[in-house]
C-alpha cells in the first residue's frame, strides 16, 4: 500500500507553519507571514517539501488552518485553529485539558474533553491580550522581542502598567524610562499586564488543569512564568509551541482520510497544485 | 458624514417578519404625519408598561431606542453617534443614546431634520417619558440630557420596579407594595399627561387596551411557543423583526393582527416540515444580548452552517397572562391591572429557580428554553455599550453551567450602533470555530 502523507499549513498573523507527517512528523518550517508573505503559503510548504524529501503529488490530504487559511489555495479543507489547536495538543500533551493559545493578532483559551475543542474563548478585537502587545512595548523600549522574556525574570521590582490600550502602554513605558525605573521592571510589569489580560479572558472558561500554553507566546519565558503565576501551577509546553495548529491541522487531515475509507466515502481533494493565493493580486 | 457600506439585507425565513421593514418605515413616518395633524408626541422607552396609558389618551409614541436602532441597521449611526462625541458625551454611554442625544442636538441646532435623516427623523417631541426601572440606568438621563437641547420639553421619569430574587424568601411577602408604588407611579403618568399635553384619559378605553394587551401577549406567547417544533420554522434572525410589534406597537390592534397572521404561518409551515433552512443541524438560543443591528446577516451566516435558533430571551418580553399565579381578569382597575402584569411578568421564574439550589431566575429561564426547544448550544452577545443588560452574561452563563450542564458558548462581542467595533471576518471565524465545538460535542 502506498504510503500516505498530510500536510497541516497554519498560516497565522505573523508566521505561517507549515507540518508534514505520515506516522510522525517528516518535516515542518516556519516562515514569516508579512503583507506579501501572506500570498506565498505555497512557499513555505515548497520548503517543507524539500526538507521531508517528498513532492506535492505524494501528499495525500492538505488541510490549512490560522487567521488566514482562505488563503492556502492548494488546500483540500480548511479547519478552524480552535479545533486545529485542540487536536494538536490532544496529541502532543493528552493530559491537558484547557489551552490557552497566544499569538501575534488574538489570544484564545480551548476547554478539551476526549481531546476535541468544547468550549472556547477568544480576544480578536484588543491587541493588549495578544502578542502584539509586547511587540509594540519592545519597538517603544528598543528592546529586541526575543529579549524581553529574558529580561523580564530579572525585575527586581515589577511596575504597574496603568495603560489598558497598547498605544498608550507604549507610550506609558518610555514616560516610565525617563522616570529612570530599570528596564527589566518596566518589562515585567508589561508581561503582568498581558498575563493578566488573557488571565481574564480564559477565565471565562471553567479552566481545568493541565493548562497547555502554545502559540509564540509560548516561547517567552517571562509570559509563561507571569501567566503560572496567575493560574497557581505550572502549565504544560509542547516541544515546539508554534507547530501545535499546523500539527494539528495535519492529524485532522489524517482523520479525514482514514473516515472516509472507513465508510466508503469518496474524497474530495484539489489538483495538486502550489498556487499562490490570489486574493490579493 | 461618515459614509458606511450599505448593508446586505438579511433574508427572513417567515412572510410575516418580511413584512416589518416597510411596517416599522410607516409607524416613524406615521408620526411625523401625527405631529403634523396637531397630535401630542411622547419619546417613549420600550417595556415600559405605559404603552396602553400614552394611546388610550391618543398621544403618539416616538420609541428613540427604535429610532438608533434603525440608523444603526441603516449603517447610518456614525454622523450621529460623531456629533454626540462632540458635544463630548462619552463614547462609552450606550449608543442609542448617543445616537439619539446626537440627533436631538443636531436638529435642534439646524431647526430641521438633519440631512437624509432615515426615514424622515426622529420628530420633535412634546413631552419625554424615561423610565430606567432596574433594568437600564441611560433610560433615567438620556431624556434629561436630551432637555439640553430642548429645554422647552418637560420629562416624566416613571419608576417601575419590581421585587428583588431572593432565594430565602417569597417575593410575594411583598409583591402588594410593589404594585401600589407602581399604581401611585402610573397615576402620576397619567396627571402629567394630561397637564402637558392637554389629552384626557379615556379610561374606558385604557381598560379596552388592556385587555387587548393580555390577549396579544398570550397570543405572541403561543405563537413563539411553536417554534419548538423540529425543524423550527423560524429563528431569532425573524423575531428581531418580530419584536416590532411587541416592543413598538403592543395595545394596537395592528399587532394583534400581526401574530395572528404569524401564528397561522407557523402553523403551516411546521404542517409542512418547512424549516428556517432546508437541513437543520444545530439548534441554538440566543441567550442574551441586544443584536448588532448593521450586522442582522449574521444569522443568514449561522444558518449557511446548518445552525437555527428557535428561541431568543431577547425581545421576548411577554409570558402567557393564563399562566400567572393570579387571575388578571379579576382586576378591573386598569392601571392596576397593568401593575400586577408588571411584577407577575419580572417575578415569572423566581419560583422555579428557588427550587434549584444556587440557580437564578434567569438562568432558570435559559434552562426551561433549552429543554422545551431541544438546543444544542448558546450564544450571546456583550455589546461594549449596554450595560444595563450585558452586564452579567457571562456570569449567567457560568451558572448555567453550574446548576445545569456544560453547553457549546459562544461570546459575540461588538455594539448595537456603533458599527466600528464590528468586524465581519473575526466574528464569522468565532461562529466557524463554534460550529466545530458543537460538531465535536454532537459527535462524541
Not at chain 1, 217 to 233: D, H, M, P, T, Y
Request: neutral net charge; glycine residues 8%.
Amino acid at each position: 500500500m502506498k504510503s500516505q502523507y498530510f500536510a497541516g499549513v497554519d498560516l497565522g498573523s505573523t508566521m505561517t507553519k507549515v507540518v508534514i507527517m505520515n506516522q510522525a512528523i517528516l518535516a515542518s518550517v516556519i516562515g514569516p507571514t508579512g503583507p506579501e508573505h501572506r500570498k506565498l503559503a505555497n512557499k513555505v510548504m515548497e520548503q517543507a517539501l524539500a526538507k521531508a524529501k517528498l513532492s506535492f503529488v505524494d501528499i495525500t490530504y492538505v488541510v490549512a488552518t490560522g487567521y488566514g487559511r482562505i488563503n492556502v489555495p492548494f488546500a483540500d479543507k480548511q479547519i478552524t485553529e480552535i479545533s486545529c489547536h485542540a487536536r494538536g495538543v490532544a496529541c502532543l500533551l493528552p493530559e491537558a485539558r484547557t489551552v490557552i493559545d497566544i499569538g501575534g493578532q488574538d489570544s484564545k483559551g480551548i476547554k478539551l474533553k476526549e481531546g476535541r475543542a468544547v468550549d472556547f474563548v477568544m480576544n480578536d478585537k484588543c491587541a493588549a491580550g495578544t502578542g502584539r502587545f509586547l511587540e509594540v512595548t519592545a519597538e517603544g523600549l528598543g528592546v529586541k522581542l526575543e529579549d524581553m522574556g529574558r529580561l523580564s525574570l530579572q525585575a527586581k521590582n515589577k511596575v504597574e502598567i496603568g495603560s489598558t490600550c497598547t498605544v498608550f502602554a507604549a507610550q506609558e513605558v518610555v514616560a516610565k524610562l525617563a522616570e529612570g525605573v530599570p528596564l527589566t521592571d518596566i518589562i515585567a510589569g508589561l508581561h503582568e499586564a498581558i498575563a493578566a489580560r488573557i488571565y481574564s479572558m480564559v477565565g471565562r472558561l471553567k479552566i481545568e488543569k493541565e493548562v497547555a500554553l502554545t502559540g509564540g507566546g509560548a516561547k517567552n519565558i517571562g509570559l509563561v512564568k507571569a501567566l503560572e503565576a496567575k493560574l497557581g501551577f505550572p502549565v504544560l509546553l509542547p516541544p515546539e509551541p508554534l507547530l501545535t495548529g499546523a500539527i494539528g491541522a495535519a492529524l485532522l487531515g489524517k482523520d479525514i482520510v482514514r473516515e472516509a475509507e472507513e465508510k466508503g466515502i469518496p474524497l474530495v481533494r484539489r489538483e495538486r497544485r502550489l498556487t499562490e493565493a490570489t486574493l490579493f493580486t | 458624514m461618515t459614509q458606511e457600506k450599505k448593508p446586505e439585507k438579511r433574508r427572513t425565513a417567515t412572510e410575516a417578519a418580511a413584512k416589518i421593514g416597510p411596517m416599522q418605515k410607516a409607524n416613524i413616518q406615521g408620526v411625523a404625519q401625527a405631529k403634523a395633524e396637531g397630535k401630542k408626541v411622547a419619546y417613549a422607552f420600550i417595556a415600559c408598561a405605559y404603552d396602553e396609558i400614552i394611546r388610550a389618551m391618543d398621544i403618539v409614541p416616538m420609541w428613540t431606542e427604535a429610532y438608533a436602532g434603525i440608523c444603526g441597521a441603516k449603517r447610518d449611526a456614525q454622523r450621529f453617534l460623531e456629533r454626540a462625541g462632540a458635544e463630548n458625551f462619552s463614547r462609552s454611554l450606550c449608543t442609542y443614546a448617543l445616537c439619539g442625544l446626537g440627533f436631538d442636538a443636531w436638529r435642534e441646532e439646524l431647526g430641521e431634520m438633519p440631512p437624509d435623516a432615515p426615514w424622515g427623523g426622529q420628530v420633535k417631541p412634546d413631552v419625554m417619558l424615561g423610565s430606567g426601572q432596574l433594568l437600564c440606568d441611560p433610560r433615567n438621563k438620556w431624556y434629561q440630557a436630551a432637555q439640553h437641547y430642548m429645554p422647552d420639553v418637560p420629562v416624566y421619569d416613571v419608576g417601575l420596579p419590581w421585587p428583588p430574587y431572593e432565594d430565602d424568601y417569597d417575593y410575594r411577602e411583598v409583591q402588594d407594595y410593589y404594585v401600589k408604588y407602581i399604581v401611585e407611579e402610573l397615576k402620576g403618568l397619567v396627571q402629567f399627561l394630561e397637564k402637558h399635553t392637554g389629552s384626557k384619559m379615556d379610561w374606558a378605553r385604557l381598560s379596552e387596551l388592556v385587555d387587548l394587551t393580555d390577549r396579544t401577549w398570550n397570543l405572541i406567547w403561543e405563537t413563539y411557543e411553536l417554534r419548538r417544533a423540529v425543524p423550527s420554522p423560524m429563528g431569532t434572525g425573524d423575531a428581531m423583526n418580530t419584536m416590532v410589534p411587541i416592543v413598538f406597537m403592543m395595545a394596537t390592534q395592528q399587532a394583534y393582527d400581526f401574530f395572528k397572521e404569524l401564528n397561522e404561518e407557523l402553523k403551516r409551515k411546521i404542517a409542512n416540515k418547512e424549516g428556517e433552512i432546508p437541513d437543520e443541524k444545530y439548534r441554538l438560543i440566543w441567550g442574551g444580548g441586544l443584536p448588532a443591528w448593521f450586522a442582522l446577516t449574521d444569522f443568514n451566516y449561522f444558518n449557511s452552517k446548518g445552525a437555527v435558533f428557535p428561541v431568543e430571551t431577547t425581545y421576548r418580553v411577554v409570558e402567557a397572562i393564563y399562566n400567572f399565579d393570579i387571575d388578571l381578569s379579576k382586576i378591573t382597575d386598569p392601571l392596576e391591572h397593568i401593575a400586577w402584569r408588571w411584577v407577575k411578568f419580572w417575578t415569572y421564574w423566581y419560583d422555579k429557580a428557588r427550587k434549584r439550589p444556587g440557580s437564578h431566575p434567569s438562568v432558570e429561564r435559559l434552562i426551561q428554553y433549552i429543554e422545551d426547544y431541544k438546543i444544542d448550544g448558546i450564544v450571546m452577545h456583550e455589546a461594549f455599550s449596554c450595560r444595563s443588560w450585558h452586564v452579567g452574561l457571562i456570569w449567567q452563563l457560568n451558572l448555567l453551567k453550574k446548576v445545569y450542564k456544560d453547553i457549546p458558548s459562544l461570546i459575540l462581542e461588538s455594539d448595537i450602533v456603533d458599527i466600528s467595533s464590528y468586524n465581519e471576518a473575526d466574528t464569522r471565524a468565532r461562529i466557524d470555530a463554534f460550529i466545530d465545538t458543537l460538531e465535536a460535542v454532537k459527535s462524541r
